[in-house]
């Protein structure tokens, strides 16, 4: 196990992302090393740690350690890795049955993950097990993060009075009705139901730990905004949804086999980039628990 003192923190310079280097995410990590894992990602939004050899057990150990695992929905996910019900398989690979192996079609618009759910995921990971390689050697199906923080500090003065103490509704139903819309559901028609469907939470809300002011507004789940007419709901919405995902606010990671990419899941958007066709993609993905936000 790598001492503490020779962990490193690679800034992207973008305005988020790091590399951590001389960490193992394995059972043996110590309660130090987490730390400064900890702190590089309340510190720059997304780490990433490289060269990575985790077991689904290994994921949910450090996810767990992290901030505390957000417990199972409840209802049967039909992409969970096994023995993980809380963990899901991202990859377009399928099955002997020729069923999908896991959901093929996340990630195609600018979201927060769970925002939906009353208490959404502090914290997300991805552990790359299979990543598309085109033929000379460049991977495909980057990721890219936008930093909700810097949106919501580059925000006009008017327009932060005029989300000041207003709410937006987080709709699931509105993701997929956004995702039929544009032409990129392919998980089948009947999608999974849950009790966390809808919810309406703060427009910018306060980061739980650092308490910096974040844009907690994004095109796939945000509907309308409490308060305002539906015009200029969806105007503002618009607006913002445009705002947000400014080149000057996102950072892009370029996916290797073994990479283990943790982010803060309240202070950022991603989007997934489909540009691997066929080629074989496989990830597992793991959230933690989260507190409702203020």
Not at 64 to 73: T, V
Not at 176 to 194: A, H, N, P, W, Y
Not at 276 to 292: K, Q, W
Request: hydrophobic letters at 40%; one cysteine or more.
């Amino acid at each position: 196990m790598p001492a503490t003192d020779q962990i490193t923190v690679t800034p992207s310079g973008a305005a988020l992302g790091a590399i951590v280097s001389g960490v193992d995410a394995g059972p043996a990590m110590s309660e130090r090393a987490l730390l400064r894992v900890r702190d590089a990602l309340l510190r720059h939004s997304v780490v990433i740690l490289r060269d990575q050899q985790l077991t689904p057990d290994d994921q949910f150990a450090f996810m767990d350690r992290l901030y505390g695992m957000r417990p199972p929905l409840g209802v049967a996910t039909p992409f969970a890795v096994g023995g993980h019900p809380e963990m899901q398989v991202i990859s377009n690979l399928k099955k002997p049955d020729g069923s999908p192996m896991g959901i093929a079609d996340a990630g195609l618009m600018w979201h927060t993950d769970t925002c939906s759910f009353p208490k959404p995921e502090l914290f997300v990971s991805l552990y790359a097990l299979e990543i598309p390689v085109r033929e000379d050697g460049a991977a495909l199906g980057d990721t890219h993060w936008t930093s909700a923080i810097a949106a919501y500090e580059a925000l006009p003065e008017d327009i932060r009075q005029e989300l000041d103490g207003r709410r937006v509704c987080q709709n699931y139903g509105f993701h997929i009705e956004q995702m039929r819309v544009r032409g990129l559901l392919t998980r089948g028609k009947d999608i999974q139901k849950t009790d966390n469907m809808f919810h309406l939470h703060p427009a910018v809300r306060i980061h739980p730990i650092t308490g910096r002011k974040i844009l907690y507004v994004n095109e796939s789940y945000s509907e309308w905004i409490e308060g305002l007419e539906p015009e200029r709901s969806r105007a503002l919405l618009e607006q913002l949804w445009d705002h947000v995902t400014q080149p000057r606010f996102r950072f892009t990671h370029s996916w290797r086999k073994g990479d283990f990419v943790i982010w803060d899941n309240s202070a950022t958007q991603h989007l997934a980039t489909f540009d691997y066709g066929a080629l074989p993609r496989l990830l597992h993905r793991c959230g933690s628990d989260g507190p409702v936000p203020e």
